[in-house]
């Protein structure tokens, strides 16, 4: 009783400060779910035993939408069935709000079930946002994948599929769909174990398919689930025994798929139709059965936080009234309202101002949330999604100690490295093009615009281009590119335009050269004097910087007076190698003798360090790397020859040909620069019966005519501007 006095106490005073729209306090919400009033302790805190942070995978159309409104209906949080087609859901809702200019789109919405608290996290599903779904399923401990049963595992889930056994998230099969026409329980389990290389562990069987599917047998126990055919929403349904005198056949069929069951550890497959309200209630049950808690799932890392405050901002949204709100799960610990945190990544103390947990389509005030919860918070500025938080910087400090990784002799940025506990490595964005705002004076707009949307997104880059001062976005792919710039125009209202996409290519040199270069310049009365040998020499280094090292002839008071000026001479001499003007990388560059006539200012020593370090670059034997995708194309028999004589002219390298059912996968990689546009050309070639996958691999060394047939297209592109 005191908690709940507590917590109303607690939610009234924050009531004094909030204005916002959507956001309930507690007792408020209790009312408007009604009937099934929960209690005020479950609705803050559950029981980590009883928390399920959940994703849904899918393919497009699969029924992710109308499945999560079934959850949210059946659980008591929606009054109404939405139905997709009738634009009603609370999805379609929030893409209103988005319209209208108030962001309060969903990374995670939370209900309960039968005493459980389930947290569903958002999963995108294309290839271009992997970070993204990378960073989901980071945060997941579980999930449900959806699928159509007229179409089994479709290109799409085969993807997440992959991820997901990565990152080894335990799932549940749903069969959805199976009252549509040509729906099949059959293919659709073969697809699965075909496909996705699972055992399927079938707990339901239908009762009918597409036109006469009526509900679902439950294995483990013999029953029956038949669905009301008078009750309009699914609520009612009742159970029965499964017969020898009136169901023989189903139930010799049950009794079967139940012993291959026990024997097999393999995917939980259920079955059913969200539109026809069958099936979702188990799908839940078997959610809070099979699908572990967060205390059940490894974390190597808490050992260090002993109980301390750890969490991952997996997701930041812009609300035009509440400003950044993020959403973060935390490992460790306790969040309240009003607390200071320490963002790792950020090395900053920030502190956040209201607590929420996002319970269907609104937001509820809360005013604590513990580990194993998923929180969004408001107020903290600087937090970018992928970051880390923690309670102090005294409290990261003694993790590392712990994790023994803060005492060796570090540089200040692998200090903070060794803290980043839970964050997903950024890959390198492979495609860039130029952004214009429409007018000069809008510039500034534009450059708001793309801050933000950076915080939310740190897979797209943004930078200058030194030679036209123009602003470049580096993203994953076309489609990445496509998303940014019509957000720019619907979110911020700004339309943009954008250039030609180009690939991100790199250069790296082959051998050790020297190179020397003299300043000497006088200005006003001032005499400026630097001279400088420097060598150039294949070393590991990432892209646009270098490793840098001093002769033992350099004077050491020298190299203290001008490091900063040296290191980021070498580091803008990087950035702009001297074949494509593209970052260079694996380079070391060793500094000989530097001589510096008294008085001479740093950036003149900058000025002369760049140039010699350019000098001895272009001297060297060079390279360029350009990125590799790996392309998965499926394909009828008849159509493969045709795929397979376009890649070769795509320089792209076959290394399998699987058979999945009635078609063939081709399995390879191709060079990015050869597979722009490809979806169109496939679609052609193929009357529009293929997909493909594709997917960043790695940088590769181009071939000596490759690469002179590329710098002969730059330099005749050269000569035609
Ligand atoms: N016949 C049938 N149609 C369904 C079922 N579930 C969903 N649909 C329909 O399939 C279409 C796609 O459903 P959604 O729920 O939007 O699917 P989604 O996976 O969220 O789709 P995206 O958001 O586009 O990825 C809609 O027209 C739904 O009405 C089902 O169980 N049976």
Redesign the pocket.
């Known amino acids: 009783m005191e908690k709940r006095d507590a917590c109303r106490s607690a939610a009234w005073e924050v009531n004094n400060i909030l204005e916002g729209r959507n956001v309930y306090l507690l007792e408020d919400f209790c009312s408007v779910v009604g009937n099934d009033v929960k209690s005020l302790h479950s609705i803050i805190s559950p029981p980590v035993a009883k928390i399920r942070n959940i994703g849904i995978m899918?393919?497009?159309?699969?029924?992710?939408?109308?499945?999560?409104?079934r959850f949210l209906y059946y659980s008591g949080y929606t009054r109404a069935l939405g139905?997709?087609?009738d634009g009603d859901?609370v999805?379609d809702f929030m893409a209103q709000e988005r319209e209208r200019g108030i962001t309060i789109q969903s990374a995670a919405v939370t209900f309960d079930w039968k005493g459980y608290r389930v947290n569903l996290i958002d999963t995108p599903?294309h290839v271009d946002f992997t970070l993204e779904v990378e960073r989901c399923l980071r945060v997941l401990d579980g999930a449900v994948a959806?699928f159509?049963a007229s179409a089994g595992v479709e290109a799409q889930t085969l993807t997440v599929w992959k991820q997901a056994d990565k990152h080894k998230i335990p799932r549940i099969c749903f069969l959805?769909?199976?009252?549509?026409t040509g729906a099949s329980f059959n293919y659709a389990i073969e697809s699965i174990r075909e496909k996705l290389k699972a055992k399927p562990l079938i707990l339901q069987l239908p009762i009918g398919e597409a036109r006469t599917f009526k509900g679902v047998v439950d294995v483990i126990n013999k029953e029956k689930l038949l669905w009301n055919s008078n009750s309009d929403d699914g609520k009612d349904f009742e159970r029965k025994p499964l017969l020898e005198t009136s169901d023989p056949e189903l139930l010799k069929e049950t009794i079967e798929a139940r012993n291959i069951l026990i024997e097999q550890a393999a995917v939980p497959v259920l079955c059913?139709?969200?539109?026809?309200n069958k099936g979702v209630q188990p799908l839940l049950d078997a959610v809070t059965m099979y699908l572990p808690s967060p205390e059940e799932r490894e974390h190597g890392f808490l050992q260090w936080y002993k109980g301390d405050l750890c969490a991952l901002a997996f997701k930041v949204l812009h609300d035009k009234q509440r400003g950044p709100l993020v959403f973060l799960r935390i490992y460790s610990g306790t969040l309240t309202p009003q607390l200071a945190i320490h963002n790792i990544n950020r090395n900053c103390t920030e502190r956040m101002s209201r607590l929420l947990l996002p319970f269907a389509d609104q937001h509820v005030e809360i005013p604590s949330l513990t580990a194993g919860n998923i929180a969004l918070t408001v107020g903290l500025k600087q937090t970018a999604t992928g970051d880390t938080i923690v309670s102090s910087k005294s409290s990261a400090l003694a993790a590392a100690r712990r994790a023994g990784r803060g005492d060796k002799k570090h540089g200040k940025n692998s200090e903070a490295e060794s803290l980043l506990l839970a964050g997903v490595e950024v890959p390198e964005p492979v495609f860039f093009c130029t952004i214009e705002p429409p007018s000069v004076a809008k510039q500034p707009d534009l450059d708001h615009a793309l801050e933000r949307l950076q915080r939310e997104d740190p897979s797209l880059k943004v930078r200058l281009d030194p030679d036209s001062g123009q602003t470049v976005l580096c993203g994953m792919g076309e489609l990445h590119i496509e998303i940014i710039h019509d957000r720019i125009k619907r979110e911020y209202g700004l339309e943009t335009y954008l250039g030609p996409l180009q690939v991100a290519y790199r250069e790296t040199i082959l051998n050790s050269v020297r190179a020397t270069d003299t300043l000497d310049r006088t200005l006003g009365d001032k005499r400026h004097f630097v001279r400088a040998e420097m060598e150039a020499r294949p070393g590991e280094a990432p892209p646009g910087m270098a490793v840098i090292e001093y002769a033992d002839c350099v004077s050491e008071d020298l190299v203290q007076a001008s490091r900063e000026a040296i290191e980021n001479a070498v580091h803008s001499a990087c950035l702009q190698g001297p074949l494509l003007g593209s970052p260079v990388q694996d380079v070391a560059i060793m500094l000989h003798s530097l001589m510096v006539h008294p008085g001479t200012s740093t950036t003149m020593v900058n000025a002369c360090v760049s140039r010699c370090v350019q000098k001895a670059l272009k001297k060297a034997d060079k390279q360029v790397l350009e990125p590799l995708m790996s392309l998965e194309v499926t394909v009828t028999g008849d159509y493969l020859s045709l795929v397979l004589a376009d890649l070769a002219q795509r320089r792209g390298n076959i290394q399998e040909i699987q058979t999945r059912q009635d078609n063939k996968v081709v399995i390879g990689f191709v060079p990015l620069a050869e597979i722009m546009g490809y979806s169109t050309v496939l679609r052609t070639l193929t009357s529009g019966s293929a997909t493909f996958a594709l997917e960043f691999s790695t940088y590769q060394a181009m071939s000596p005519q490759d690469q002179s047939t590329l710098l002969n297209q730059r330099s005749g592109l050269a000569q035609v501007l």
């Open positions: 899918a393919h497009i159309d699969a029924g992710k939408t109308t499945t999560t409104e139905d997709v087609d859901t999805t599903g959806v159509d959805n769909k199976m009252d549509k059913g139709s969200a539109l026809k």
